[in-house]
């Protein structure tokens, strides 16, 4: 049997390590269309991905996440746009946050780069199962504490602003800004605040014609916690392939180690993050990222087939 004391233990460490309601995905390069609505479309391919993360091992209930999302370009009336959608899943104990939405992105060429503004709408649901709760001491149940499963669901808006160019990139995005509340009824309320994420990274040539630099940075707060992050990569690629590795800092929380590799269309990373914090090294978080792209080029494919069929 689960135990009361444990949970809100185990809640208390989970929020002191994140800091707010949005999870901190060791990968988020990788996961740009997580943080921003302005990434849906890019680089002119359909993107589909996906990362799980197990947080706090070791801890009984410890957070488990888990995001997919996919995104394609189009053009209308000659101009770039792109469109996505996306599933974030959670639990921490007893409690369950999800979240579905769609996104749209508008894009604009200039230079060699691509510079994006796009919006998210979306719901954003929290439930809280206590059936397995047990308290210490029957006096100490307060009558207000709910004792049957309770969810809610609020409605979500995010924006974001994004530049993309072969030796940099930056956003500036912000999410629930309808500051959703999640009414459970007589047992209560939840009240999600206002997050502002700002991303940046650079590609660095090296003397090395196949390795190269990514240095990285992001912020994200909810305007009362804070927290940064610093990451290096060094990446070898040759053909289709490529292989990384890298560090990552969180000032006053973690360090990250990280490696992967790109095969073609496909990316495969994970990522072990190691707290600097009471929680222990051992207690880290464990993320894997998966991703696959493909060009839209339909056009070429029905032109290759019916050549096929003629030749036959």
């Known amino acids: 049997m689960k135990r009361l004391l444990p949970t809100l233990l185990l809640l208390l460490l989970a929020l002191g390590a994140r800091g707010q309601f949005d999870v901190h995905f060791s990968n988020y390069w990788h996961l740009k269309g997580y943080y921003s609505p302005a990434y849906s479309g890019f680089g002119d391919r359909i993107n589909i991905g996906g990362t799980y993360s197990m947080q706090l091992l070791g801890f009984h209930g410890a957070p488990q996440s888990m995001w997919f999302g996919a995104d394609l370009p189009f053009t209308l009336f000659g101009k770039k746009h792109g469109a996505g959608a996306g599933f974030f899943n959670e639990t921490i104990g007893e409690f369950k946050n999800q979240m579905f939405y769609a996104q749209y ?27 397995d709760l047990v308290f210490p001491d029957e006096d100490m149940q307060d009558p207000a504490f709910p004792t049957s499963e309770t969810d809610g669901m609020g409605f979500d808006l ?59 940075f992001m912020m994200q707060t909810d305007f009362m916690f804070y927290r940064y992050d610093i990451t290096a990569r060094m990446t070898y690629e040759k053909g289709t392939r490529s292989f990384y590795g890298g560090l990552g800092y969180s000032p006053g929380t973690s360090v990250s180690f ?17 707290f600097t914090t009471k ?33 036959l």
């Open 105 to 131: 992105t508008y894009r604009q060429p200039i230079g060699k780069g691509m510079l994006s503004g796009g919006f998210r709408l979306g719901a954003l649901t929290v439930s809280f199962d206590p059936t």
């Open 258 to 274: 990280m490696f992967g590799a790109k095969i073609k269309d496909f990316v495969l990373g994970y990522t072990y993050e190691m």
């Open 279 to 311: 929680v222990g090294a051992a207690s880290g978080n464990h993320d894997v990222v998966l991703g696959y792209s493909f060009e839209m080029n339909f056009k070429k494919k029905t032109k290759n087939k019916h050549k096929s069929i003629r030749i």
């Open 158 to 216: 995010g924006v974001g602003v994004a530049w993309e160019h072969p030796w940099f990139w930056a956003s500036v995005s912000a999410a629930h800004l309808t500051a959703p509340t999640i009414d459970w009824g007589e047992s209560g309320e939840y009240s999600v605040r206002p997050a502002l994420y700002f991303m940046a990274g650079g590609n660095i040539k090296t003397g090395n014609p196949f390795i190269s630099m990514q240095p990285s």
